[in-house]
């Protein structure tokens, strides 16, 4: 499927976002392996103002726990993958990948639900993903302050469902006409907003707006631990609580994945 060539705003975007963060580099890749992974490059390497950096294709894109990440259809514009990053000092990065899909879901719509820790879903089909890196550079940092580098990719056109164990949802069905880069308009100023109040305030204060979005809360799920229970929320550092045989259980790990049970398993 040929779509139209894509038109990026990255001087509405640079406006926009430079007061935010002083410095800031907006960059358009027309084909790249990663977002996440370039800028990790470049981090490591001791050479990262802040950037913003999108692509149109990306060939190896990343998600969470080193799984792939597979987003569009082989088409520019069929979604939205772009990371951004910039410096952070916040006192407890816990619940940091929690508050940027929360940004992210609230600039987008309120039908959007969030599926813990880092997935956006719609209609029990995933929407989107979010990836959260950090770096301290070539160097440790003398300070608490790293560089987060924080990936997201948004399906923004339909997309075949084969391959997939449940079809992928995609933003033009909630957003009639919406392309990718009117969907970077929509999300890039609330993420950096987002970004600055987590650095000062950490996730605790967002907890009861996530809440209005988890899908998980009431459900029975399993954990990829081999564990089940029924998802009870979050806490105020983003934990997630899961309820079994053994009492109540938060989950903080992040080389813990969590999915709804299947029907008829036990809670």
Known sequence: MNRPALSWPVDALRGALAPLLPGLVVEVAGQIDS????LMRRARA?????????????????????RGWQSGDGEPGGAL?????????????????????????ESLHPDIRLKWPNDL????RKLAGILVETSSGSAAAADATRTAIVGIGVNIAPLDGTGFATPPAWLQALL??????GALLRIAVPLVHALRAFEATGFAPLAERF???????????????????????????????????????????????????????PG
């Open 46 to 66: 001791g050479r990262l103002p802040p950037t913003l950096l999108v692509a149109e294709l990306q060939t190896a894109g990343r998600g969470r726990l080193g």
């Open 35 to 38: 977002t996440n992974s370039e």
């Open 121 to 124: 879903w719609w209609q029990g």
């Open 176 to 181: 009639p006409g919406v392309d990718a880069p």
């Open 81 to 105: 993958a772009f990371s951004l990053a910039l410096s952070l000092a916040p006192r407890d990065w816990s619940g940091l990948s929690l508050a940027v899909g929360l940004a992210v879901a």
């Open 211 to 265: 809440a209005a979005r988890d899908l998980l809360a009431g459900q029975p799920v399993q954990l990829s631990d081999g564990s089940q229970g029924v998802a009870e929320g979050v806490g105020p550092d983003g934990a997630l609580r899961v309820r079994g045989a053994t009492g109540l259980r938060e989950v903080r790990s992040a080389e813990v994945s969590v999915r709804p049970a299947p029907p008829g398993a």
